[in-house]
């Protein structure tokens, strides 16, 4: 036994130049305890218990090290900065099927790379049923004033957000409620398994598993994936100005840039006579994340059924709302609304409703934008401009199970 764990520390000393062992020192037999091989895991990528389940690089990927462009200015990131190992812990629990009570669902069968993390599906499937709410993209997540996370904004933070999905009953199933297996029955079954152990050390500097290194972990590897790589950024970094066109964007880009951009005027009645359409006063760019102050915007319905859903203030950073081609990364708002055209109708003319946002009752009258046509299709061409192509395939945000 003891001669297998200095094997692996050799191995690890061969990759990395340094022996990450923590615990005991395998070598030392006079030291070796009967639960030896638990004390002496190590950090290595590359061994046999990560390999024969995992595609992992042997050296993580620089998920610390983005580039984040000089002009985004917010970050949430509060005391749990990214590390490599971290977010790589953090990825193989985001497509570990383990985390739901049945073995079928992982957090990335309702956030889907392929659509910007979030789901095709308007009523997202989990392990007991459908979720209330549509699933929503997890693009830029770190780079928003707000902290708080949820359509209705009830996690505090997104290290708190990151198991409440593990321990919803319809979701991933463990509730610890009526029979169900709990959130510590589950850290207790990954506690046992040899490529956590591993990559837990790698992440934490010792094997312990735990609902609050789990959630630091996850929301890592949330916070890193990041799309900065639009026809908006290359714009916005040739001109260092919103403001001003840009000179990569067409006249129909620039125009739906205008629009969005600046305020409405509009007349006692609420009915706009002048000016944009107002959107960034929510949509804050450049990060397009949510004014944390907001109120709702008057989309209150639920999905697929009768009631109202008062408390949704949050949307996430409207980057890649749909894709650079203009293709659905699934429906949009919390009750699945499908499309830019019918959010932009929502927005044309709002209907007052409890808790509404009083930007969007001007006078006390819900607003009657009245967009033509063209200024329409101008707002759609620059919400198309502000999706990236590196976030859909970056294998660093992939399915790392073999
Ligand atoms: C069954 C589908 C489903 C699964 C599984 C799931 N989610 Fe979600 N996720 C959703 C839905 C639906 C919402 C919006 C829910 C709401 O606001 O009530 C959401 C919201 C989120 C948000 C909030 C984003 C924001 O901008 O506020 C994050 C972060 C998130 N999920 C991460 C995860 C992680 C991490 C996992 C795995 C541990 C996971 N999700 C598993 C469907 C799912
Ligand atoms: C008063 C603040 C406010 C203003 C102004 C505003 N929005 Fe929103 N927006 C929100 C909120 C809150 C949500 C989440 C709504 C929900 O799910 O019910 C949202 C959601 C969206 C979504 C869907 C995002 C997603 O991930 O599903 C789009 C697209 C959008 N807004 C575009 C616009 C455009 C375009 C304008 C200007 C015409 C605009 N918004 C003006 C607050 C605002």
Redesign the pocket.
């Known amino acids: 036994m003891a001669i297998l764990a200095m094997e692996t520390s050799m191995n690890t000393l061969s990759r990395f130049g340094l022996p990450l062992v923590f615990g005991l020192i395998a070598c030392d037999a006079a030291t070796v305890a009967p639960d030896v091989e638990e004390a002496a895991v190590v950090c290595n990528l590359a061994a046999a218990e990560i390999t024969s389940i995992l595609t992992l690089p042997s050296t993580p990927f620089d998920y610390d090290g983005q580039p984040v462009p000089t002009y985004i200015g917010v970050d949430n990131t509060g005391s749990n900065p990214i590390t490599d190992y971290g977010a790589t812990l953090g990825r193989v629990l985001f497509y570990d099927r383990a985390l739901s009570s049945d073995g079928t669902i992982s957090c990335a069968s309702c956030h889907q790379q392929a659509f910007a993390f979030?789901d095709p599906s308007d009523a997202s499937t989990g392990v007991n049923g459908t979720a209330g709410r549509?699933s929503?993209?997890l693009v830029n997540a770190r780079f928003a004033e707000e902290d708080a996370f949820f359509?209705d904004e009830r996690a505090a933070t997104l290290e708190l957000q990151t198991t409440q999905p593990i321990q919803d009953h319809v979701e991933m199933g463990f509730s610890g409620q009526d029979g169900a297996p709990s959130i510590s029955d589950l850290v207790a079954t990954l506690q046992e398994q040899a490529h956590y152990q591993n990559l837990f050390t790698c992440a934490f500097g010792d094997a312990g598993v735990s609902e609050v290194r789990m959630q630091q972990a996850l929301a890592q590897f949330v916070r890193s994936i990041q799309s900065f790589d639009s026809r908006y950024d290359e714009g916005r970094a040739q001109v260092g100005n919103d403001g001003v066109p840009f000179p990569n964007f067409t006249a129909e880009e620039n125009l739906g840039k205008e629009i969005?951009l600046r305020r409405a005027d509009f007349n006692g009645a609420g009915v706009r006579v002048g000016g944009g359409?107002?959107?960034a006063?929510?949509?804050r760019p450049p990060e397009f994340d949510?004014?944390p102050r907001?109120?709702?915007?008057g989309?209150?319905g639920v999905l697929a059924g009768v009631g109202t859903?008062l408390e949704?203030?949050?949307?996430?950073s409207?980057r890649d709302?749909v894709k650079a081609d203009g293709s659905s990364n699934g429906?949009?708002?919390?009750?699945a609304?499908g499309g830019?055209a019918a959010?932009?109708a929502h927005?044309d003319s709002i209907e007052p409703v409890p808790g509404i946002?009083q930007?969007?009752t001007p006078a006390g009258q819900g607003q009657q934008?009245g967009l033509t046509d063209v200024e329409t299709s101008a707002?759609v061409a620059f919400?198309r401009t502000l999706a990236g192509e590196d976030l859909y395939t970056n294998v660093m945000w992939s399915d790392p199970f073999r």
Request: aromatic residues 6%.
């Open positions: 979030s549509h929503m993209r359509w969005f359409a107002g959107c006063g929510c949509h949510i004014d907001s109120d709702n915007n989309v209150v859903d949704v203030t949050r949307s996430p409207l709302v429906a949009m708002m919390h009750s609304i830019l959010a932009l927005y946002d930007r969007l934008l707002l919400l």
